[in-house]
């Protein structure tokens, strides 16, 4: 069973960088032609796709977010990353990784604030 687990810090100051971790268990992420996003969810609002990456490393971005976000892999320890550079308040969210065939992590909830 593929199992997703974010990992990273609740609070973050607005202008720094929001970074967190999604480790992989139960499966590869470099298995063919899987993908693996991010999607936030801020309060009152619904889910926003943040990005992927996929199976061999590629990485696609929508336009809000192109300037200020990367994701990355580490293949060795089965995880992937998401950076989030210029944070404001309006950044403030729960945090999924998605990926594989329908598989969701826990949730993260950050919070941008001073």
């Known amino acids: 069973q593929v199992q997703l687990q974010e990992s990273g810090p609740g609070l973050v100051k607005p202008s720094q960088t929001l970074s967190l971790t999604c480790t992989v268990s139960?499966?590869?992420?470099?298995?063919?032609?899987?993908?693996w996003s991010w999607i936030r969810q801020p309060p009152g609002k619904g889910l926003e796709w943040m990005g992927v990456?996929?199976?061999?490393?590629?990485?696609y971005y929508p336009p809000s977010l192109k300037s200020r976000i990367s994701i990355s892999r580490n293949t060795s320890k089965n995880q992937f990353t998401l950076q989030l550079r210029s944070v404001t308040p309006e950044d403030t969210a729960v945090y999924y990784c998605?990926?594989?065939?329908?598989?969701w992590g826990q949730g993260t909830q950050v919070t941008v604030s001073s």
């Open positions: 139960g499966g590869s992420i470099t298995t063919n032609y899987w993908y």
């Open positions: 998605v990926g594989g065939v329908g598989y």
């Open positions: 990456i996929n199976y061999s490393g590629s990485t």
